[in-house]
């Protein structure tokens, strides 16, 4: 299995406060990302890095932010929790190279309650 | 952007028989196509996956077949055993990770 832990596992939290997830790796690969998981949607990915300082944009953006200070590290912060990012969120890596797409290798989830 | 459709949502069989899952993507230019298995509460795991330079690959009991034209691609799960029982995720990316899509999934069920 691949050396990603995600902390905390589970949390519930009120509307309107932060929230900060940590993926945290020990491949030394360079990219990671933060997908989330709803029933119906499949993964979503919410924002990328491919590499310290270097992060984008994915498909489900707004309300989150990234940063990545380390190659182990990967935060995910919600600024002000609002009850439709209630989901499982999933931290992946992967080693891809050039154009070659590796596979991705997922954390084992945070479930997030917003209430 | 890309679009993965995937079909059936949820798929029930008698065990020993096959199972057939089909996604079909929108966008010409991908190249990549992984299968993930998630069994309940656990993070999906990669079973299979599939570049587009080849039509078939096989690992044991498990197979996925690309037809670039159509733009769609199966995983063929054999002899399937209770085990099995997860939902599967397809995917389709083009140059690198950053645009990969996934299906809506697929719920199998396979019934001693």
């Known amino acids: 299995d691949a050396g990603i832990t995600q902390s905390p596992r589970h949390k519930v939290t009120e509307t309107g406060t932060p929230v900060t997830l940590r993926c945290h790796q020990t491949e030394n690969h360079r990219y990671m990302y933060w997908y989330r998981q709803d029933p119906g949607h499949g993964l979503r990915l919410i924002h990328y890095?491919?590499?310290?300082?270097?992060?984008d944009k994915g498909e489900v953006s707004d309300g989150y932010s990234v940063s990545r200070s380390k190659t182990e590290d990967f935060l995910l912060t919600l600024e002000s929790a609002t009850s439709s990012q209630t989901s499982v969120y999933f931290c992946a890596i992967s080693d891809s190279r050039g154009s070659n797409n590796s596979p991705l290798h997922f954390g084992n989830g945070t479930r997030l309650t917003v209430t | 952007g890309e679009n993965v459709e995937q079909h059936p949502s949820t798929l029930s069989v008698q065990e020993g028989d096959s199972a057939v899952i089909k996604c079909t993507y929108s966008d010409s230019a991908s190249n990549y196509f992984p299968w993930y298995k998630q069994e309940l509460g656990k993070r999906p795991q990669l079973i299979i996956d599939i570049r587009s330079n080849v039509g078939e690959k096989k690992d044991q009991r498990i197979a996925v077949t690309l037809n670039k034209t159509a733009k769609h691609f199966s995983l063929h799960i054999t002899e399937t055993q209770p085990e099995d029982s997860a939902v599967y995720f397809c995917?389709?990316?083009?140059?690198?990770?950053?645009?990969?899509?996934f299906g809506a999934g697929t719920r199998l069920t396979v019934k001693p």
């Open positions: 890095s491919y590499g310290v300082k270097d992060t």
């Open positions: 995917a389709a990316s083009k140059s690198n990770n950053n645009d990969m899509r």
